[in-house]
């Protein structure tokens, strides 16, 4: 007589899958966590370095006066042109020595392009921290009604800066900006 053989898994073997997978995912769902939960600094620290590097390449490409606005209240990094060598326009103050305007019209959360400050000058592009990453520290530049104003020339020089920015979980990380190279070091705490 011919014995017929049955394919398939036991269920001993089925559990023994089920076991080993549950042992990965208990490993692995951790570490995914811990990346995620840094992710919001991460990219808040691009933008910030984007912005700076964004700045810096229309000043000199452009042959202009740019500038970048951080507003603390808001969390957010606006460029603005402030025009040519000549008709160079204050952020703040509008045509230097005239005193005329005050303020920006920075909108948060996102992007947004284009738009003119009260003082006449042109809002080339506003970029939001990531929600929950905050301005901690900011030494250099000018300072206005907690907003941080940074002049960047048509030689490629900009001020000397440095910001700190932290999230809700006690990270902190700190960007210095080189004033001659445009070198953005980033040391995290």
Do not use: W
Not at 102 to 126: H, K, L, P
Request: glycine fraction near 12%.
């Amino acid at each position: 007589m011919k014995r017929q053989r049955r394919t398939g898994f036991t269920l001993l073997e089925i559990l023994l899958v089920v076991v080993i997978m549950a042992i990965a995912s208990a490993v692995a769902v951790p570490m995914f966590a811990r990346s995620f939960r840094g992710a919001k600094l991460r990219n808040s620290l691009r933008t910030v370095t984007m912005m700076h590097r964004n700045a810096q390449s229309k000043a000199v490409l452009g042959q202009r006066y740019m500038a970048l606005l951080y507003d603390e209240v808001k969390g957010t990094v606006e460029l603005v042109d402030q025009g040519q060598p000549g008709v160079k326009k204050d952020a703040f103050f509008g045509g230097i020595g005239s005193g005329s305007g005050m303020g920006t019209e920075a909108s948060g959360g996102g992007e947004s392009t284009g738009g003119e400050t009260a003082s006449g000058t042109q809002s080339d592009t506003v970029r939001a921290l990531e929600e929950g990453v905050r301005i901690l520290n900011f030494k250099g530049g000018k300072e206005f009604d907690d907003i941080y104003y940074v002049s960047y020339y048509p030689n490629g020089m900009c001020d000397a800066y440095t910001i700190k920015i932290g999230d809700d979980e006690n990270r902190i990380a700190e960007i210095e900006m080189d004033p001659v190279t445009g070198k953005a070091k980033v040391r995290r705490e």
